[in-house]
């Protein structure tokens, strides 16, 4: 072999070491997955290379994406979960949709048979492509391994810029074993974290939008998450503070204004929302949405806002901006450029008029208070889920994360758990509310910020749907929380056929489990409470223990009590 020939075949490596190495050039330091027989040459790779990526297995895809996702909303870095081909590529698929909807940068890499298999029917051949082309902003197939690294810069760039969102990369096992010129191993920085390449606001438009602001009577500002991706904490503030405005929040939209600061309101629409709330909406002349798709749930189906108030609208999405409301002001831009761009021109326009925006926020705690604590301090079984959200924010420091199930928790910790700081501290699964969600999101959450308390809270339900992550925590020693309502029914479902369908409960009730005794199978150190009175005490010790720890409480179902869904209330 001449001495050419010889660096040539040097300066070559296998597509999987490729893999590893574009992820390692993107700064990926965790990822999430599971083993299978297409990925060998992959999980290989990371066995052999020195590459600073920690790998946690989990126990099944799912909550690969679900860890990803979280992690990605903590840090403000991609998510990276992997998995096999055939039903590993399928078992990914709702943590990926989740993220994709959530505007959550998470990439999903899923191993697949060899390019030279296809159409002879091999074990676990099924259209990767096809099957999540729906599903994400962008998917590909890495079947050149030559092009494997610009593939893996086009996913970054994807999912970081505009609106971020979720992509995949199918890696055929043939693909994992080719060579790669290692000199295409390099990655564009810019695309490391998100939001990346922010676009700027309209300079017509931003003065536009102050003009109508600065002459309303009684503006509102709804925010979704787009604030929270973006970071836009100081620039919200400032904006409510420059024109004394209400700020009100989706449950997404949750920790984009602390919810402590006078001008906040707290979560609007139908589930979290409250009366009290919802007038504060119905009062208001201007609406300016913020980061918002003004979905159903927000606008308790397109209500609320009634459909004659003046919208102004800023969305990175342009699609998002006039789907729902006809829009006075379009300002298609990054959340925190948008509101840094309006605060200057505020600022500029000067004299702004005062619209009693703190009494008018006041009044609304006041109305929420005044429901919640008779609810929080009640002594009756089962436990009212008001005194375990009392409990929790009585223990809780404010950096603490919580991460919450569909079902019983979301509605009553966005209802009335009152965050004290702005930030990214409250996860929950929006888009789509599959079951099962906050306990990977919990440990995906302390992997992105080890330093504070996590806590994962769930009704009986959704810890059917994750229970096996358990061992997962165990392995890992993460010193995660789980609460989980027991109530021995999938509650919402119950909770409407209550209101909705003449109480005619049909096959929503199942067996009650001893959740406690499940977890310490696993060596979890666990708790089950019956009696309001010994809540508090477990609670704290459940918290300030160092490794994980569950307290199953037989609480109160959702069809017998006080929810914060304005539906059932109806």
């Not at 050149?144 to 969102?165: D, S």
């Not at 948008?338 to 005062?354: H, I, Q, S, W």
């Not at 003449?502 to 666990?526: I, L, P």
Request: charged letters at 20%.
């Amino acid at each position: 072999m001449t001495d050419r020939n010889l660096s040539r075949q040097t300066n070559r490596i296998t597509g999987a070491e490729a893999m590893v190495k574009m992820l390692q050039a993107h700064g990926v330091t965790q990822m999430f997955g599971l083993c299978g027989d297409t990925s060998l040459p992959f999980y290989d790779a990371l066995a052999r290379l020195d590459h600073g990526i920690s790998h946690i297995l989990t126990r099944d895809e799912r909550h690969a994406a679900y860890m990803a996702d979280a992690y990605a909303r903590v840090t403000g870095r991609p998510g990276v979960c992997e998995g096999p081909s055939g039903g590993g590529a399928t078992y990914i698929l709702p943590g990926v949709v989740e993220a994709n909807e959530s505007s959550i940068p998470i990439l999903a890499i899923t191993s697949d048979i060899a390019t030279t298999s296809r159409g002879k029917y091999p074990l676990t051949e099924l259209d990767q492509v096809a099957l999540f082309r729906p599903l994400t902003k962008w998917n590909a197939t890495l079947d050149n391994a030559n092009r494997l690294p610009a593939m893996v810069r086009t996913a970054f760039r994807a999912m970081t810029t505009g609106k971020p969102g979720a992509v995949h990369l199918a890696l055929p096992f043939d693909t994992q074993k080719d060579d790669v010129e290692e000199s295409e191993i390099w990655a564009d920085k810019r695309h490391q974290t998100f939001p990346a390449e922010r676009a700027a606001p309209d300079a017509a438009a931003i003065a536009e939008a102050a003009a109508i602001l600065s002459g309303a009577r009684r503006a509102v500002a709804i925010c979704g998450g787009g604030p929270v991706i973006a970071g836009a904490f100081d620039e919200l503030a400032r904006v409510a503070l420059l024109l004394d405005m209400p700020v009100a929040t989706t449950v997404s939209g949750q920790g984009a204004i602390a919810e402590t600061n006078p001008l906040a309101v707290g979560v609007v629409g139908s589930n979290g929302g409250s009366p009290a709330t919802r007038a504060v909406v119905d009062e208001a002349d201007v609406i300016l949405f913020i980061g918002c798709r003004a979905g159903s749930v927000t606008t308790e189906r397109w209500r609320s806002p009634a459909r004659d108030k003046t919208i102004i609208h800023i969305d990175s999405d342009p699609m998002v901006i006039g789907a729902n409301y006809s829009t006075a002001v379009a300002i298609c831009a990054d959340a925190k450029l948008a509101l840094a761009a309006l605060v200057a021109e505020l600022v500029a326009l000067g004299n702004l008029p005062r619209q009693s925006g703190q009494n008018r926020c006041s009044g609304a705690w006041q109305a929420k208070l005044a429901d919640f604590n008779p609810l929080a301090q009640s002594s009756e079984p089962p436990i009212r889920p008001e005194r375990v959200i009392a409990s929790l924010m009585r223990h809780l420091d404010d950096d603490a994360i919580i991460c919450a199930d569909p079902g019983t928790p979301c509605p009553y910790f966005s209802a009335h758990y009152r965050w004290r700081t702005a930030g990214r501290n409250f996860i929950t699964n929006r888009a789509h509310g599959a079951l099962g969600y906050a306990l990977a999101a919990s440990m995906g959450a302390h992997a992105g910020r080890p330093g504070v308390k996590t806590v994962a809270v769930m009704g009986d339900g959704s810890f059917g749907f994750c229970v096996g992550e358990l061992e997962t925590i165990v392995r890992h020693k993460m010193p995660i929380t789980a609460i989980v309502f027991s109530n021995s029914t999938y509650g919402w479902i119950k909770a409407g056929q209550n209101s909705g369908f003449g109480k005619r409960f049909y096959n929503v009730d199942f067996s009650r489990t001893d959740h406690a005794a499940v977890a310490a199978a696993y060596g979890v150190r666990s708790w089950r409470v019956e009696d309001p009175a010994e809540l508090d005490a477990v609670m704290k010790q459940a918290l300030n223990h160092d490794g994980p720890t569950l307290v199953d409480i037989i609480s109160q179902p959702l069809h017998e009590a006080a929810a914060p869904v304005s539906e059932w209330i109806a």
